[in-house]
């Protein structure tokens, strides 16, 4: 549904992403990630059709993105980490206007179902203006999701939310993915990632060091974490001395064994004399963000 090849854009002598290319099937709902300054809105915009490419092309549903965008723009709806509204205009009368420019049939009914599912119905004839910086995101959400689209490009939807907020957006995305919708989510907030996609695409430095399942890039065995009673320099000694082991922290009652390969029974071993109350062996995303980013790729 979304197909990047080898797109590069540069600011006259700095280059905010080079050669990326990468594919998000219909239906996928993919996390794209990476440091501040990576490269990721750049590219996000691209895709959405605010921002022209320097070189390579973005295509959606099978439309040149900068040749062919009309078509695009039906099939797309975007929400920029600052929402695009209008703040001298009520939060109905913006949906509507976005309704009207994006060519749907049914205006009220399409802003009213908009409104409902981000949690806007209740200060609709709102001014913009008033609201705070979470209400605006949400407002920024309902013209992007306005039309219906097929394909959504969400950069930092929860950017400016309470927890609470955050959740009931994550669930909305969720709903949104359900059916063969497709998501390319960006955010800074990992656990989202892993509620709400299967797969990400990590950029640094405006190149991609990863693209996979999480699943795939999470080494299993490779990052073990434990809790104990009795955390001592003696227990850090000996889980150093595991063969394969390459480094041990120990905070307070965790501990951190990262290896080389799948330590987990010779750890579960060594930890058991000084009180093992709990193991685990599934490496999080963000220990896998931060490996990948640290070491430049998947190593």
Known sequence: ???????????????????????????????????????????????????????????????????????????????????????NMSVRSYVEFAATIKGVADVKAATDKALDRVGLTSVSNRLIEHLSKGYRQRAGLAQALVHDPQVLVLDEPTSGLDPAQRVEIRELIQELAAGDRTVILSTHVLSEIEAICSRVIIINRGKIVA?????????????????????????????AAVPGVVGVEIHDHDVTVRS??????????????????????????????????AAGGPG
């Open 211 to 239: 693209q996979d399942e999480i699943a795939n890039l999470a080494g299993a065995g490779k990052v073990v974490r434990l809790e104990v009673a009795r955390p001592s320099e003696a227990l850090q000694s000996a889980l």
């Open 1 to 87: 549904m979304i197909e990047v090849e080898s797109l590069t854009k540069r600011y006259g002598r700095l280059t905010a992403v080079e050669s990326l290319s990468f594919k998000v099937a219909k239906g996928e709902v993919v996390g794209f990630l990476g440091p501040n300054g990576a490269g990721k809105s750049t590219t996000m915009r691209i895709i959405a059709g605010s921002l022209g490419a320097s070189s390579g092309r973005a295509t959606v549903g099978g439309h040149d993105v900068a040749e062919d965008p009309r078509p695009v723009q039906a099939l797309l709806g975007y929400a920029p980490e600052v929402p695009p509204v209008y703040t």
């Open 260 to 293: 080389e390969g799948d330590v987990r029974e010779a750890v579960a071993s060594v930890a058991a004399p000084y009180g093992l109350w709990e193991m685990g062996g599934k490496e999080r995303l963000e220990d896998i963000y931060l490996r990948l980013i």
